[in-house]
């Protein structure tokens, strides 16, 4: 298994998987470029992950996404673990933003990550149409964090 950074030029050719994660090009864009992007490589690509720098001693996992043939297989956390590792070295906490939705919930606290604040509307106030996720519309944003 490889964990390589991906160049900012090659950035937009993974617009496709980020979309699965975000379902808005222009909300991708405002953290693409300023972040840090990561795939997970075993034979090809499972797994991609946009981290930004958002102020000393925070970071935060802005697009997470397992290519959807390969999800449930351990690549989400193994990528996560990764991520970890990266930026363990200054400390601080990593966090992530994500909508009300209890599989992607499950998902980040079987990481070790804990719940942190909400952002009331933020789905309904930033995106240009509604999101569904498991049949729910998505209005708040979840903040989780954990210790790095
Ligand atoms: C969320 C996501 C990244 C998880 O990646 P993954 O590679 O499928 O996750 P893993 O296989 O590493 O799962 C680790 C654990 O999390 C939990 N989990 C993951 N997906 C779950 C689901 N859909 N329902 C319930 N639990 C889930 C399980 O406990 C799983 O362990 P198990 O399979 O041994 O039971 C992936 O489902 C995805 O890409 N979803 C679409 C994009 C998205 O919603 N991204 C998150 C918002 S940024």
């Not at 808005?24 to 795939?39: F, H, N, P, T």
């Not at 930004?52 to 697009?63: D, F, L, Q, S």
């Amino acid at each position: 298994m490889e964990f390589v950074a991906v160049a900012d030029c090659d950035k937009t050719k993974y617009m496709d998987l980020l979309l699965i994660a975000d379902e808005q090009v222009s909300m991708i864009e405002k953290y693409l470029y300023r972040g840090d992007m990561y795939a997970l490589w075993e034979g090809d690509l499972k797994a991609l992950c946009v981290v930004t720098w958002e102020r000393p001693g925070v970071h935060e996992i802005k697009n997470l996404v397992t290519a959807p043939q390969y999800q449930r297989r351990g690549y989400g956390r193994r990528m996560i673990a990764c991520i970890e590792n990266r930026y363990r070295e200054g400390g601080g906490e990593l966090y992530v933003g994500t909508g009300d939705s209890p599989a992607t919930l499950i998902f980040y606290q079987k990481c070790g990550f804990e719940k942190s604040h909400i952002v009331k509307d933020f789905f309904v106030d930033n995106y240009d149409h509604p999101i569904y996720e498991g049949g729910k519309q998505l209005r708040d944003m979840v903040y989780l964090k954990k210790r790095l």
